[in-house]
């Protein structure tokens, strides 16, 4: 079993930035892949980030790339994500997750109970 537990959200005004962070527990979390997900009221789920166990491979959706940038530090057992230049369209609630795959559509095993971000106009 994996626990993860995410913090960092808030209330931002556009162009702003946070920082989320998730930390891992249980089982050797270095050899989880980590992603990002995030769901707005309404919406589907969305992939958002991901970055394999060792750092050397990330991925981003589209609509982040360039603004967000995804870590982990694995002595301290917690992922990151850096969101840069906010926008209103990123309000969402943020979800980390463990996979034993690295990819955006690949299964997730473990999940985070969620932080919200909310980008004011």
């Known amino acids: 079993q994996v626990q993860l537990v995410e913090s960092g959200g808030g209330l931002v005004q556009a162009g702003g930035s946070l920082r989320l962070s998730c930390a891992a527990s249980?089982?050797?979390?270095?050899?989880?892949?980590m992603g990002w997900f995030r769901q707005a009221p309404g919406k589907e789920r969305e992939f958002v980030a991901a970055i394999t166990g060792t750092s050397i491979n990330t991925v981003y959706a589209d609509s982040v790339k360039g603004r967000f940038t995804i870590s982990r530090d694995n002595a301290k057992n917690t992922v990151y994500l850096q969101m840069n230049s906010l926008k209103p369209e990123d309000s969402a609630a943020y979800y980390c997750a463990a996979s034993k795959s690295f990819g955006r559509s690949v299964p997730y095993d473990y999940w985070g109970q969620g932080t919200q971000v909310t980008v004011s106009s």
């Open positions: 249980g089982r050797t979390v270095s050899r989880y892949a």
